[in-house]
């Protein structure tokens, strides 16, 4: 059974930093894609970033570009999104996904596997 679980979110000042991880059971990362969407209050969900452990390849979203970054530790099954110079905007809930191919977070994508989301706030 394909599971994710997110853990890392909280509350942080602009100008902050936060670290999400997602952790990864019933399958292996060389195997599959994984990333992160999230989710405003009011808003439609949004793409964030993408990465695949056997090409080494990684996307990130303009909206975060030079901000965020991907990254991906196949010993521990786990993909970590590190978020710095947060902004009030970041706030959301941020959720892992993980399909067979990896998609563009620029681009409208519905991965099949979804976590349950952690909670990003940026306090002004």
């Known amino acids: 059974e394909v599971q994710l679980v997110e853990s890392g979110g909280g509350l942080v000042q602009t100008g902050g930093s936060l670290r999400l991880s997602c952790e990864a059971s019933?399958?292996?990362?060389?195997?599959?894609?994984v990333g992160w969407f999230r989710q405003a209050p009011g808003k439609e969900r949004e793409g964030v970033s993408s990465?695949?452990?056997?090409?080494?390849?990684?996307y990130v979203a303009d909206s975060v570009k030079g901000r965020f970054t991907i990254s991906s530790d196949n010993a521990k099954n786990t993909v970590y999104l590190d978020m710095n110079s947060l902004k009030p905007e970041d706030t959301a809930v941020y959720y892992c996904?993980?399909?067979?191919?990896?998609?563009?977070?620029?681009?409208?994508?519905?991965?099949?596997?979804w976590g349950q989301g952690t909670q990003v706030i940026v306090s002004s």
């Open positions: 996904a993980a399909d067979h191919t990896q998609w563009n977070p620029n681009l409208p994508h519905l991965p099949r596997y």
């Open positions: 019933g399958f292996s990362l060389d195997d599959y894609a």
């Open positions: 990465i695949t452990s056997n090409h080494g390849s990684a």
